[in-house]
């Protein structure tokens, strides 16, 4: 019969609707409430898994390729990073610029300028992974919009990467640090 | 109406389609040549998205192309990165562990379920079937691309794959996921069926539209879903098996009308293969190594090598020419909706124009990867 193939194909898009609504009411708490998300991402789950953004925030995984961060060193209070520059070298767009310091500081070579531009970079990682010396790692930070591309803004220095480092390392850096 | 139109002479008229429009799957632009509302001709204009990746490509290192692989069609990274770090291995003679391998064969036909989902939603949308389907394929593909962030970082540009294995072991959790991922693929394809192929409105827009015969498929050097929609039975994981391919039990879907609603057919039942690979490979993964070691500076011996695989839009190809120093001295890609795309003209020939957005939707294209 004509129309038989679309009342089954509306069939279909009917019971999604109806899932929408029905299994947010079987089940207590709501679907938006905060121990309603786990059960929403499941892949079992039926109805509307989309995630009421501003309001609510996944969790990045422990992979995720967000921002840079450099890391200081705890004992000697003085940034991991030794201005080696090979992030910089690995980099395929070239962000990254460094410069190394004339003088060691505390029997380290240290960086007297770092400066990575986030307008051109690729979140590829091979600088992380390139980094012999376990100094920069990403955050999960993403939300990393600005009004313009100065520095400061989208040119991010060392006392801002070394900044976000400070927030951000307590949480630890698995992948990396694993394999190295 | 015969008569009229003999009586009547009319002019033809060229009308430009795109580059800005809805159907053209990004920046692409058609002159079409109208006969009232019938195809007389019509020019493809490619050129819009070009990148210089090739150029830049020869500027790189060999392991700074791997994420410029992921932009060329970034609907399927993993299986560009796997095309190119095999080429590479190729070149240099690189063993991958057998994990790797699995792990790589698990990536693609993820990336190959994911392609064909979105690339029927896609053609619905074209059709005028605004975004349910896309929005189901959508919810499916999330799921999947949660799988590639949790083991790669990125959703799409994921950059995994390095010479010699992966660039890092699957998570804790992943393969539970995944193997709730794949469990609950085949309802959703049938549901996916059940919501389209019996459509009388999506059958009477795709089938006898856009038939492209076997030997002109050949003739155009066409791969992919759309040669194997024209019933010539050949895919590259078969005929020129690489990887560990050859390993899974797996068939090739073929089309047996030739026209749209075969390329959707074929995609269909390919997912269902896909399906069934992963099963496999889940049983079979073994544990070990993911990648070996390689020196930071790499440096592949003098040579050339081509190496091509099945990805989810037909052949894709990378010729690599080494004059032993760090970076290639030529960086070709085939990409394989480029070459498909040639054979447009031909297949829109005769019909109306709406069927031409129809036509372009059924092969399947990314610009980021026609252009490159
Ligand atoms: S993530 Fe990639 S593009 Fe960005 S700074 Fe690091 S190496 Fe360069
Ligand atoms: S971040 Fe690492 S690779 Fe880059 S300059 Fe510092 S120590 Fe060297």
Redesign the interface.
């Known amino acids: 019969m004509l129309g038989l193939g679309i009342l089954k194909g509306l069939s279909v898009t009917l019971r999604h609707f109806v899932e929408t609504y029905v299994s947010d009411l079987k089940r207590f708490p709501h679907r938006y409430a905060p121990q309603g998300r786990a059960r929403r991402l499941r892949p079992t789950e039926r109805g509307i898994f989309t995630v009421q953004y501003p309001e609510e925030r996944l969790e990045m995984f422990p992979r995720f390729r967000g921002a840079l961060m450099q890391l200081t060193n705890p004992e000697t209070d003085i940034p991991k990073c030794t201005g080696c520059g090979i992030c910089a070298r690995f980099c395929p767009v070239g962000v990254i610029e460094v410069v190394r310091a004339e003088e060691k500081r505390d029997g380290q070579y240290v960086p007297q300028s770092y400066s990575w531009d986030l307008s051109a970079c690729l979140f590829c990682g091979l600088c992380v992974e390139s980094c012999p010396f376990g100094a920069l790692y990403h955050t999960p930070e993403y939300e990393l919009s600005t009004y313009g591309r100065q520095k400061g803004e989208l040119i991010y220095d060392l006392d801002r990467l070394l900044a976000w480092g400070q927030k951000y390392a307590p949480l630890g850096t698995p992948p990396v640090e694993q394999e190295e | 109406m015969q008569t009229v139109e003999t009586r009547l002479r009319t002019e033809t008229i060229t009308l430009n389609m795109g580059p800005q429009h809805p159907s053209t799957h990004g920046v692409f632009r058609m002159i079409i040549t109208l006969d009232g509302e019938t195809i007389v001709d019509l020019e493809p204009v490619m050129g819009y998205l070009h990148r210089c990746q090739e150029k830049i490509g020869e500027r ?1 290192t060999y ?6 692989t ?1 932009r060329l069609d970034y609907i399927c990274s993993m299986s560009n990165n796997l095309a190119y770090v095999m080429a590479v291995e190729k070149l240099a003679q690189i063993e991958v562990p057998e994990r790797a391998e699995y792990i790589r064969i698990i990536m693609v036909e993820l990336t190959r379920i994911v392609n064909h989902a979105v690339a029927i939603g896609a053609l619905l949308n074209d059709l005028g079937c605004f975004f ?1 389907p896309m929005l ?1 394929a959508l ?1 499916e593909r999330e ?1 999947i691309l949660d799988l590639f ?6 959703r799409m ?1 994921c ?1 995994y794959m390095r010479f010699g294995g992966v ?2 072991d699957l ?1 804790p959790g992943f393969m539970p996921e995944l193997k ?2 794949v469990a ?1 693929l085949p309802a959703f394809i049938d ?1 996916f069926e ?8 999506m ?1 009477i827009r795709c089938q006898g539209v856009g038939i492209l015969p076997p030997d002109v498929a050949v003739g155009y050097s066409c791969t992919g879903p759309l040669l194997r929609a024209s019933g010539v039975d050949y895919d590259i994981r078969k005929v020129d098996s690489y990887s560990i391919y050859d390993r899974f039990d797996f068939d090739v879907p073929l089309g047996t009308n030739y026209d749209v609603y075969d390329r959707y057919l074929v995609r269909i039942e390919e997912m269902r293969q896909s399906v069934r690979i992963l099963e496999q490979a889940i049983e079979q993964i073994p544990e070990g190594e993911v990648s070996v070691k390689l020196p ?1 500076v790499f440096k592949p011996p003098e040579g050339d090598v081509y190496h091509r695989i099945e990805s989810p839009k037909g052949e894709l190809g990378f010729y690599l020419v080494s004059d032993g120093s760090t970076n290639p001295y030529r960086y070709k890609i085939r990409s394989p909706t480029f070459i498909n795309l040639t054979v447009l003209p031909e297949l829109c020939k005769g019909h109306k124009v709406a069927d031409v957005v129809a036509i372009l939707g059924s092969i399947d294209i990314v610009l980021g990867e026609v252009d490159r």
């Open positions: 790189n392991l700074q192309n791997i994420p410029y992921d349910t189901y919810e799921r962030e949790m083991a790669s970082g990125s540009m950059n660039r890092y998570p709730s991922v609950a549901e059940r919501l389209l192929t019996d459509n009388e409105i059958r930071r």
